[in-house]
């Protein structure tokens, strides 16, 4: 072989050596462009656009990387600007961690990732409002009544309303160490009313309470009511005559109590009339006219007493009108 052949097939060989070199280095970049490139950020769980304060929301996303992802962090930046890092963990193929809510306003949520070589991705996964989170009112129309009597029942009306409109509400009478719920009624949007018929004596507590959705509660004590026995009224003496003489004029009264106070006092005389007392003196109720029975005979009478709650006692006597007057003496024979 001759120099000049010698020297040709050298100078390729030479090229195809730096050719080669070249391609080699080419892919060995562009392998490393590959390997070394940023975290990938996907498939981000969507941000709640709002929720109460003091409620959490979940982050997560999945992260790819050919190094391995080394780091990956929730930011939240609060409404009043300050910065929050919260650490993902890993879990079923995701990073994730939850977050509570403390501030009012806007929050921007984004995930970062970062993996062993330093390299960084940064993805926004949306915004969430906080507002605030009111407890339920419940509130209670007028006043109680101080006391009330075993067998009586009344009506509570009140309010209770939440901004979300679901309510459990309770109304509960509690005395001598005991609770009783009482019915609670819905009358209206907001308005309830419960009903009180207690069936022992002592002061009762009434409170009245409202749950919302979220188990926030409100809690209003309505009040105490007195609640008695209730007495009848009682005749302590009267005096209704047993013998009448015809035609001649009598008077009756009597004497009787009553803890809440006596409304009326009636002597109905059957076949002849009610006649009404006037109270002439504390307990003492008396006829205000003489009176006068015209026709003998017997006759059914009742003394009506009845007290302030409309609660009666009746005293039943029996009147006889002759022309003597039950033994032919005239007058009036009073038993």
């Known amino acids: 072989m001759n120099n000049s052949r010698r020297g ?27 390997r070394n490139h940023a975290p990938v950020i996907t498939d981000l769980d969507p941000i709640p656009p709002e929720l109460y304060v003091g409620d959490a929301f979940n982050i997560a996303a999945k992260v790819t990387d050919d190094e391995g992802a080394k780091e990956v962090l929730g930011i939240i930046e609060e409404p009043d600007g300050t910065i929050r890092e919260i ?24 995930v970062k990732a970062e993996d062993i070589k330093g390299k960084e991705s940064t993805v926004y996964a949306g915004r969430v409002d906080g507002i605030p989170d009111t407890l339920p009112a419940i509130a209670h129309n007028g006043e109680l009544p101080e006391s009330m009597y075993i067998g009586d029942e009344i009506g ?16 509960t009478a509690e005395s001598q160490g005991k609770s009783m719920p009482i019915d609670a009624n819905k009358t209206g949007q907001d308005s309830y009313e419960a009903v009180l018929k207690p069936e022992e004596v002592g002061i009762y507590k009434l409170i009245g309470k409202a749950i919302d959705s979220r188990g926030q509660e409100a809690t209003k004590v309505f009040g105490e009511i007195n609640v008695k ?9 009267s005096r209704i005559p047993k013998y009448v003489q015809l035609g001649h004029g009598f008077s009756s009264y009597a004497r009787v109590e009553d803890d809440m ?23 003492f109720w008396e006829s205000p006219e003489k009176i006068i029975i015209n026709r003998s005979g017997e006759y059914k009478a009742e003394l009506i007493v009845t007290d302030s709650r409309g609660q009666e006692a009746i005293e039943e006597d029996t009147i006889t009108v002759d022309e003597f007057g039950g033994g032919g003496g005239g007058g009036c024979g009073c038993g």
Do not use: C, Q
């Not at 280095?25 to 490393?32: F, M, P, Q, W």
């Not at 309303?161 to 309770?170: F, N, P």
């Not at 026995?229 to 003496?237: G, T």
């Open 229 to 237: 026995m209730d007495y009848f009224p009682e005749i302590l003496n």
């Open 87 to 110: 650490v993902m963990h890993r879990s079923d193929g995701s990073w994730e961690n939850t977050y509570e809510v403390e501030k009012e306003g806007p929050h921007e949520v984004s």
């Open 156 to 171: 509570i009306p009140f309010n209770a309303s939440d901004k979300e409109g679901e309510l459990e509400v309770t109304v």
């Open 261 to 283: 106070g006596i409304e009326s006092v009636i002597l109905e005389i059957e076949g002849v009339g009610k006649f009404v007392f006037e109270n002439t003196d504390h307990n």
């Open 8 to 34: 040709f097939i050298k100078k390729r060989l030479v090229i195809g050596l730096g050719t080669a070199a070249l391609i080699a280095a080419a892919i060995g970049a562009y392998s490393a462009f590959f």
